[in-house]
């Protein structure tokens, strides 16, 4: 099974496929990447690239389901609606190739990774990279040093893994 993991953003979208077969122990990271939107471009520019961006990685790698992080709120609330919108063009794109749709909290990324709902950022990014082999070359097209870019790019990893366990138990 493969599954495309989003960690939603307009500037900065965290994009994972993973694949666990039948026999596999661990999941296996086929892709990552942050994929940057200009914040020179108008809204609707950027909104049209994540859109076009989600469309070919669902070609090339074909996923079963999309697994994408629930909107949760802040006090800006100009970000929270850049940030449904561009969930909306996700989950648009992702329903027009078949996908199924997977939705996790931040409890429950959180919970599926590290066992504990109020894990700290810092202990979910180290147990995504214990959980799954992230520093394969052959995986990750661009280098990134770890840092900025990489935390979205485990974020999605870890919104996947969620999927895969909660598929696991049947929820």
Excluded at 27 to 36: A, I, P, Q
Excluded at 91 to 115: D, H, M, N, V
Aim: proline share 3%; hydrophobic share 40%; charged share 30%.
């Amino acid at each position: 099974m493969r599954i495309l993991g989003i960690d939603p953003g307009y500037e900065r979208l965290g994009i994972a496929v993973l694949e666990k077969n039948n026999g596999d122990k661990k999941e296996k990271v086929l892709f990552s990447k942050c994929f940057h939107t200009s914040t020179k471009l108008e809204f609707s520019e950027r909104l049209f690239l994540i859109g076009k961006e989600i469309k070919n990685i669902i070609k090339k790698f074909k996923p079963e389901i999309l697994a994408i992080e629930t909107l949760f709120l802040n006090t800006n609330h100009k970000t929270v609606m850049h940030v449904a919108e561009a969930r909306g063009v996700i989950l648009y794109e992702a329903s027009c190739c078949g996908l199924k749709i997977f939705e996790a909290s931040p409890p429950q990324i959180k919970i599926a990774t590290t066992g504990y709902g109020k894990a700290n950022k810092e202990q979910v990014m180290k147990m995504v990279k214990i959980l799954v082999d992230i520093n394969n070359k052959k995986t990750r097209p661009n280098d990134h040093s770890v840092g900025r870019e990489s935390d979205d790019e485990l974020d999605a990893i870890a919104i996947a893994l969620t999927a895969f366990a909660c598929i696991k138990k049947g929820q």
